[in-house]
């Protein structure tokens, strides 16, 4: 796998478990407040240093007793064609729990992952409402990969019911690419599932160029949060 970064310790990014994090290299969305250009990017990537699989797997080797699962996001980690060989390898060493962070650009292989028994949690962003138009404004996604993004909505959906995985979805909201009602219809379309609105930031550089990208307060979204009972997440 292309490897671009590596968290050692997360207290935070699996419910209920010490995770470590492993970031892959390439995306095929342009979300444009995304805050990972350098993995998105390819002209920035190709300067990346790459980190490689047995650097992770040594460490996750000499963990074993301390770690209890690996969170794999990016980038998008479903576009790593050795992502199932990399899975096996992580469990070979130990049966850590194994999270994945998608946009849900490609179906097969998350039902193969979830079949197989390879992965135990599932975090899927969804970018906005979905309407094609509003969607392709939030990550220039083609129509194709829009089909396929609700193909994995609704393979979430069911695994979680069949009792295969744990997860959730969740929305970065954004002023200026999502209004007050975009809101209010996200949260209603997913008010019967773990669903979290994530107040946008901005750490540094961004993969999009616009200036005017600002973040919604909880005050101003409170009145929907509470309507639907949505979890805010800062």
């Not at 390898?89 to 490609?106: L, P, R």
């Not at 998350?110 to 899927?124: F, H, K, P, T």
């Not at 089909?147 to 002023?175: C, L, P």
């Not at 909880?218 to 929907?224: C, M, S």
Request: proline share 4%; aromatic share 8%; net charge positive.
């Amino acid at each position: 796998m292309e490897i671009g970064g590596f968290q050692t310790v997360s207290l935070i990014d699996y419910p209920g478990k010490i995770s470590c994090i492993v970031f892959t290299i390439g995306c095929n969305f342009r979300c444009p407040f995304c805050y990972v250009p350098q993995l998105v990017i390819p002209e920035k990537a190709k300067k990346l240093k790459r980190i490689s699989e047995e650097t992770v797997l040594a460490y996750l080797d000499r963990n074993r007793n301390l770690l209890d699962a690996v969170v794999i996001t990016g980038g998008e980690p479903t576009l790593q064609k050795d992502l199932e060989q990399f899975i096996r390898k992580v469990k070979s060493i130990s049966d850590f729990s194994i999270a994945i962070e998608t946009n849900g650009s490609n179906p097969k292989i998350l039902e193969d992952l979830i079949n197989r028994g390879l992965v135990n949690y599932v975090s899927m962003d969804i970018k906005n409402v979905l309407e094609f138009k509003k969607y392709k404004k939030t990550s220039n996604l083609k129509e194709s990969d829009f089909e396929n993004v609700k193909k994995s909505i609704e393979i979430i959906k069911r695994a979680k019911k069949e009792g295969k995985i744990d997860g959730e979805f969740r929305t970065t909201i954004v002023k200026g690419i999502h209004t007050l009602d975009d809101i209010k219809e996200l949260c209603k379309m997913m008010k019967d599932e773990n669903y979290y609105i994530q107040k946008f930031k901005k750490p540094g550089p961004l993969v999009g160029k616009e200036k005017d990208l600002k973040p919604y307060e909880l005050d101003e979204i409170k009145e929907i949060l509470s309507e639907f009972n949505v979890k805010f997440r800062e």
